[in-house]
């Protein structure tokens, strides 16, 4: 599955990377990780124009995004209960998420981007809870930004190495981006402590 996907991305181009991000943000099984980073190979090759495909990529996850929060905002639990399983929203994974994003709020939306599985839920239940449009684009739009060009640049800068960077996107690169970012939040959180004090 996941080898014919790449190859509908290296014939249909820009409209193919747009349309599967849509798909795999709202929540259908697509390979997100690996097919940024084969964006960024396909880059490095000369096959896709920079700009370009970081548009696709960007515009394709800023949309999948927002649609997965208006499904959760507009249809929510009616739609959990009658198609969760359909895209892989199972009740622990939703007890999980819901728990997770009410600790974190906001933050989960950009931190969700890094976790497979989560990314689409934490914007479904970003809607279900009724968070506020504006609230939600302050969040999951810098987050996109940071997904989209993280997984490019690790397809561009593996270059030739393709094979290697998507063996191990799953692994290891995704365990050091996560702790890399939970790091950052940590930061951000005691630096914010510290200014309220002061």
Not at 104 to 124: D, E, N, Q
Not at 145 to 154: A, G, H, N, R
Not at 173 to 186: K, P
Request: hydrophobic share 50%; aromatic share 16%; glycine share 12%.
């Amino acid at each position: 599955m996941e080898e014919t996907l790449l190859h509908w991305v290296s014939q249909y181009g820009y409209g193919m990377i747009f349309s599967l991000l849509v798909l795999g943000i709202v929540g259908i099984p697509v390979p997100d990780e690996t097919l940024l980073a084969f964006v960024g190979y396909l880059i490095f090759k000369g096959d896709l124009r920079a700009v370009s495909g970081f548009l696709a990529v960007f515009l394709g996850t800023l949309c999948g995004i927002t649609l997965s929060f208006i499904i959760g905002r507009t249809g929510g639990v009616f739609l959990l209960r009658k198609y969760g399983t359909l895209l892989h929203m199972t009740e622990n994974r939703i007890v999980l998420v819901e728990r997770w994003y009410t600790r974190k709020g906001g933050w989960s939306l950009i931190i969700g981007y890094f976790i497979p599985g989560v990314r689409h839920l934490t914007a479904f239940i970003a809607g279900m809870y009724r968070l506020e449009y504006s609230v939600f684009a302050r969040f999951a739009y810098p987050g996109a930004l940071v997904w989209s060009l993280t997984f490019i640049l690790l397809g561009y800068c593996g270059g030739k190495e393709w094979q290697q960077v998507k063996e191990r996107i799953h692994g290891k690169i995704l365990i050091s981006i996560g702790l890399m970012l939970a790091l950052m939040f940590l930061y951000y959180f005691l630096w914010r402590r510290v200014v309220k004090r002061h």
